[in-house]
């Protein structure tokens, strides 16, 4: 085991984005406000159809559902105030495998947002259009659809929090509006309302079940609630708990208000799979006639185009995450001449439009693969946040939700996820198709070291018939092992407690694939190391015979300036710099490191 001593002088606080640069409440909430809000233009519909007329009250327990996660992220987002969701927060409390089992599920997640937005926004043009119903024209405009985002997001224009405030203000005043002249309208004559009391359940089943299967259904209505904790470190701080305050809200009043609509305005014999996509348009049109009905598809048009880039960017982002921390191929992280990731962006549209064109762009099959997708990731949330609790206590945070409402969330997210699949089996089957792709990549890329070796295996047995060829194949793998190996960590240790570094080490031999470790001790100006350091290190390098351990002593205070150094000088990705949970005391905030993982 080695030792530098590096003793930089006149260490700078290092530039953090300042708090005036970063969003404030109208911005985030407009941001994640549009992709939770566009839900309403369609989530009546599909609960309608599989609740019938008791789906104002599934929605209603969604309400409930809801307000339950506002504590589990709030807490979360306070203790870990970092960019990427579920990945995130499971990076931080368990395993990297664990983690990137989340992330996958939120690319399906993203992959069926991208698809329905685009889908429904189309349908809804088709509504007051000539092309209506001509369902292989709306597909194939859909497809355009999804490429012109694409294009837009490989160009590199970006979502804009002003653009976003636009659409969010003149979505809330369409939804006001629409609501306006529904109440107005369902007051001056409920005949209908009264009739679809009495209309038969859907399947012939009672009220509980279909209240179970509508709340399955209707946990629609809450996609993109966990947008928000997607860009946690672009908003002001304080901004990010109020923003899921602003999205319950919203969902609050308008899901169940609409569902009510719906059933005081159309008979539910005329709600159908068919024209689910489109069913505030239908409803405008009865409500006060076709003017009606093209604003409120326009607005939908433009609402929904925006969750559309808003899955496009948010999907680059995430799986650029997983790549520079070598969860997936290198190769997808080549940039353009705009600095943008075209590759990750063509993956993303291919899997989108395949998914369209196999499902036929059934709203409720989409639904019901976005439902499952989106309900294991919230589930997997309320995980993190228990194992938050018991693995990482000592992080300071304003907010808590108590265990035993984590526990009940966690258990109605899983049983909205059962009834989703109950509901439509090939929920379940579109969604573990996707998942399983993604999931193929991600596993090759954890053991792409053993299936290396294995590959030598396979080369040296047939190397006698083929000699020169295996012998090219065999050294290029051997190179491949060893620049894998090359690529090293840092773990900073506060002093000589051997069992933390045991820890650290045993955390990169189950979730890195390198033999390189470097453990960096910040000294206070004129000290000395902890006297035990350099024992316990000997020692745990000769437990640990095939990881080349390294000791590297700096001079200055602990903070994002010195993290920014060592960076520079070591040559080593901030996300692979590794600490162990800070007490309350700590004076930083986890998200002014950069990204420096919590392993212990």
């Known amino acids: 085991m ?72 709030a807490e979360v987002g306070d203790a870990l105030p970092l960019n990427g969701g579920a990945y995130n927060c499971l990076l931080n409390t368990t395993s990297k495998l664990k983690a990137s089992i989340a992330a996958c599920m939120t690319i399906v997640s993203y992959v069926a947002t991208a698809v329905i937005s685009a889908k429904t926004a189309v349908s809804y ?56 002249i529904g109440i107005v309208t369902v007051a001056s004559d409920s005949s209908i309302l009264m009739a679809n009391l009495h209309h038969p359940l859907p399947g012939g089943h009672g009220i509980a079940v279909a209240i179970f299967f509508g709340f399955g259904a209707a946990l629609l209505g809450v996609s993109g609630f966990e947008s928000s904790a997607n860009f946690i470190e672009e908003q002001r701080p304080g901004v990010f708990v109020k923003t899921l305050r602003n999205m319950w809200i919203a969902v609050s009043i308008f899901n169940p208000l609409i569902a009510v609509l719906a059933l005081g305005v159309l008979p539910i014999s005329s709600i159908r799979q068919d024209n689910a996509d489109f069913l505030l348009s239908l409803m405008s049109t009865k409500m006060a006639g076709s003017s009606l009905a093209f604003w409120i598809s326009i607005d939908a ?56 064109l196999l499902t036929r762009g059934d709203v409720v099959i989409l639904g019901g693969v976005y439902a499952v997708a989106f309900l294991l990731v919230m589930s997997l949330f309320a995980v993190g946040n228990l194992l938050l609790k018991i693995r990482r206590s000592r992080l300071k945070r304003n907010h808590h939700a108590a265990a035993p409402i984590v526990v009940v969330a966690l258990l109605a ?26 999931v193929i990549f991600v596993g090759a890329m954890f053991w792409r070291i053993h299936l290396l070796r294995l590959l030598l295996l396979v080369v040296g047995t047939i190397g006698g018939r083929v000699n020169r060829w295996a012998s090219r194949a065999i050294d290029h793998t051997q190179k491949q092992i060893e ?28 979730n890195e694939q390198t033999s390189r470790v470097k453990v960096v001790h910040v000294l206070s100006p004129g000290t000395e190391p902890p006297t035990r350091l350099r024992e316990d290190l000997a020692l745990i390098d000769e437990i640990y ?35 162990g949970a800070p007490g309350e005391r700590f004076p930083h905030q986890l998200a002014d490191l950069g990204g420096v993982r919590l392993i212990i």
């Open 2 to 73: 080695d030792t530098d001593v590096n003793v930089p002088t006149n260490i700078a606080k290092a530039p953090g984005k300042p708090a005036t640069t970063r969003l404030g409440q109208l911005g985030a909430t407009a941001i994640c406000g549009n992709d939770i809000t566009s839900s309403c233009l369609y989530v009546a519909a599909i609960s309608i159809l599989a609740a019938g007329y008791l789906a104002p009250i599934s929605l209603l327990v969604v309400v409930i559902v809801l307000y339950l996660y506002r504590k589990i992220y």
């Open 125 to 180: 043009i088709g509504s007051i259009s000539s092309f209506g119903h001509n369902l292989p024209l709306i597909l194939g405009i859909t497809v355009v659809v999804l490429s012109i985002f694409a294009l837009l997001t490989i160009i590199g224009i970006g979502e804009s929090a002003k653009v976003a405030i636009g659409i969010f203000i003149v979505h809330l005043i369409s939804l006001v509006l629409f609501v306006t």
């Open 483 to 510: 620049k894998i190996n090359s690529i090293g960590v840092i773990f900073f240790t506060k002093g000589d407690n051997l069992a933390n570094l045991n820890l650290a080490m045993l955390y990169v031999r189950e």
């Open 413 to 438: 997210t899983t049983a909205g996820t059962v009834a989703t699949v109950l509901r439509d089996e090939r929920n379940l089957w579109y969604f573990l198709m996707y998942f399983g792709v993604t």
């Open 301 to 356: 048009a433009l609402v929904l185009c925006g969750a559309v880039l808003t899955s496009f960017i948010g999907v680059t982002g995430l799986v650029r995450r997983m790549t520079l921390d070598r969860c997936l191929p290198q190769a997808l992280l080549q940039e353009n001449r705009r600095g943008t990731n075209h590759r990750i962006v063509l993956v993303f549209l291919v899997l989108s439009v395949s998914i369209l």
């Open 545 to 579: 015979p095939d990881i080349d351990i390294k000791l590297v002593l700096y001079e200055g205070a602990f903070g994002p300036a010195i993290i920014e150094k060592i960076s520079a000088e070591l040559h080593v990705a901030k996300n692979y710099m590794f600490i």
